[in-house]
């Protein structure tokens, strides 16, 4: 799809366009057949997307995509959390032994 076509036809669509702009797009619609076909081509597009069997697959697709993501964020969670967790509980062990473990120097 030619870029400036999608753009006038996008803009057409939105209502982004004067009222006289949307005249001439409408004449050059009868007049030229390639911006014409672009259009069809759009709406038809368009109108698909309201369908009830797009709808439904892009439900199931939101789905999938929060469970994966919540795994996702899960997985990442246990492994490295609890190896900063470590770490730190290690640290403060480590220090206090080090401290109580050192004879008093008086």
Known sequence: MNQKHFNQ???FLSGEMPFDEQQAFRKKLLTNSAL???YNALCDLISGLDSPCYLILRRQIEIIYARETAAKVK?????FNWGKIA???LLIISVFYYGYSRPLIK
Do not use: P
């Not at 997985?75 to 492994?79: C, I, N, V």
């Open 87 to 89: 770490a730190v509980l």
């Open 36 to 38: 014409r076909q672009e």
């Open 75 to 79: 997985k990442q969670f246990s492994s």
């Open 9 to 11: 036809i996008d803009r």
